[in-house]
């Protein structure tokens, strides 16, 4: 048989698109077009109304305020993580102090970006001085007083950094509806938990934090008497439970390190203190492990 020409091809093609003598257009009559036309119309609305029924029916699982799984039903299993800055560097835990601008800046940088959140005006929030237990059902968060947290730990003196007296953030993860279960002052005594000093002048006004060396050498090397809390030794009960509440800052806390020997690495341990909270060091739930290490 003959090959076609090119001009027969081309011809064949023109005929496919439109072919005058039977009337089609690409190979369809107008009654064929006019069903595919009708059946796609109808195939698309079905797929619109069941994506539009999945939807809603996804909606309907989902409350505007809260999280459908909450406590012990959500997969953080209503133990609060703990998170500390200075943490320039997210693969190490070494809190490197060295005076140096660059480094120091670097560390400025990171409790900065924390602290933004907090050093603002025009948050609705609550003085919340003086109440010492769980504000439950609360619509407005208590305010963290951002003068009392930053006295002895501030940008004017690099977070210690200058005093070689460094400073670390500590701040609890925020649970939804996760109520603090913290011992009263007489089962304190008793709770191997708490350690000693903080048992002489426990409070159950607040989740205590303890921060220690890992080793007793460590904290020879501390200083333990010479570390302080800002504002104050702990997170307060009346920051809890958060509620998702507008303008809700998590209560933060500075520790400072007053004494601590130079030019030797330290390895410090900060932990929450509650009968609710585990810590558990490998998911940094409940307290925190970080080295520090000064080369003033
Ligand atoms: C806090 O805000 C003031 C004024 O906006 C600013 O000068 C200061 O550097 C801020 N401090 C921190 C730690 O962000
Ligand atoms: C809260 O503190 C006040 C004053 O410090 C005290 O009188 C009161 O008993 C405390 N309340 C609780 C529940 O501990
Ligand atoms: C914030 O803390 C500072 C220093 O502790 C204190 O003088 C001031 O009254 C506090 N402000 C409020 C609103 O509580
Ligand atoms: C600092 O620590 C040294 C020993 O490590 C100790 O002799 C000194 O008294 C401490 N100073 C203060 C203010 O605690």
């Known amino acids: 048989m003959e090959k ?31 069903e595919i036309t009708v059946f796609y119309i109808i195939f698309f609305a079905c797929l619109a109304g069941f994506f539009a029924a999945t939807i809603a029916g996804f909606y309907q699982t989902i409350e505007e305020h809260q999280p459908r799984l909450q406590g012990t039903s959500s997969i953080l299993r209503a133990n609060p993580g ?39 005006t025009g948050l609705v929030s609550t003085d919340c001085t003086g109440i010492n237990e769980t504000r439950l059902d609360a619509k407005v968060p208590c305010r963290v007083n951002f003068t009392a947290l930053t006295e002895g730990c501030n940008e ?14 500590l701040k609890l993860n925020k649970i939804y509806n996760w109520i603090p279960a913290v011992w009263d002052v007489e089962e304190a005594q008793t709770a191997s938990a708490v350690p ?3 048992k002489k002048k426990y409070t159950n006004d607040r989740i205590w934090v303890d921060c220690h060396g890992e080793n007793p050498a460590d904290d ?14 702990g997170f307060p009960l009346a920051f809890y439970p958060y509620m998702n509440q507008k303008d809700y ?12 020997t130079n ?14 909270i585990v810590v558990d060091r490998t998911d940094k739930e409940g307290g925190v492990h970080f080295e520090l290490l000064i080369d003033p």
């Open 82 to 120: 703990m998170g500390y800055e200075p943490m320039p560097d997210m693969d190490t835990t070494l809190i490197y102090a060295r005076k140096i601008e660059k480094e120091r800046q670097a560390y400025v940088d990171s409790i900065n970006k924390v602290l933004k959140a907090y050093n603002t």
């Open 156 to 169: 004017a003196n690099a977070y210690g950094m200058l005093e070689a007296k460094p400073c670390v953030l």
């Open 263 to 276: 030019h030797l690495g330290l390895m410090i341990e900060c932990k929450a203190l509650a009968k609710n």
């Open 220 to 233: 020879d090397n501390l200083g333990l008497d010479a570390i302080t809390y800002y504002p104050q030794q």
């Open 4 to 34: 076609p020409t090119l001009k027969a091809r081309i011809d064949g093609c023109f005929t496919f698109l439109y072919d005058s003598s039977k009337g089609t257009v690409l190979g369809r009559g107008p009654r064929s077009w006019c």
């Open 249 to 260: 800052r998590s209560p933060l806390m500075f520790v400072k390190f007053n004494n601590v």
């Open 196 to 198: 000693e000093y903080i």
